[in-house]
């Protein structure tokens, strides 16, 4: 059975930083392209980062490059986003996901996590 868990959401003010990790079980980690995507209340899921196979390529959406950083270590099985330079609009559930192939849109994506909470706040 395939697991994603993502960890390390909370409160934080503008301007501050959080690092969310998502731990994958029960897939070859390493066979898979990884993704984060968030969600605001009241609208659809939205890419945020992606990261090919061996880490070696990243891709963003326009509204946080130069401010995340998605990377991975496959030796842990782990994906992380390291987000910097907060904004109140990054208010958001994050979710980390796990595809076949490097792509930024939702239908494309296998496997899903729960999702974890992240507030920004003034």
């Known amino acids: 059975q395939v697991q994603l868990v993502e960890s390390g959401g909370g409160l934080v003010q503008a301007g501050g930083s959080l690092r969310l990790s998502c731990a994958a079980s029960?897939?070859?980690?390493?066979?898979?392209?990884m993704g984060w995507f968030r969600q605001a209340p009241g609208t659809e899921r939205e890419f945020v980062a992606g990261?090919?196979?061996?880490?070696?390529?990243?891709y963003y959406a326009d509204s946080v490059k130069g401010r995340f950083t998605i990377f991975r270590d496959n030796a842990k099985n782990t994906v992380y986003l390291q987000m910097n330079s907060l904004k109140l609009e990054d208010t958001a559930v994050y979710y980390c996901?796990?595809?076949?192939?490097?792509?930024?849109?939702?239908?494309?994506?296998?496997?899903w996590g729960q999702g974890t909470q992240v507030t920004v706040s003034s």
């Open positions: 990261i090919n196979r061996s880490g070696w390529n990243a």
């Open positions: 029960g897939l070859s980690f390493g066979n898979y392209a």
């Open positions: 996901a796990a595809a076949r192939i490097p792509a930024t849109k939702v239908d494309v994506y296998d496997y």
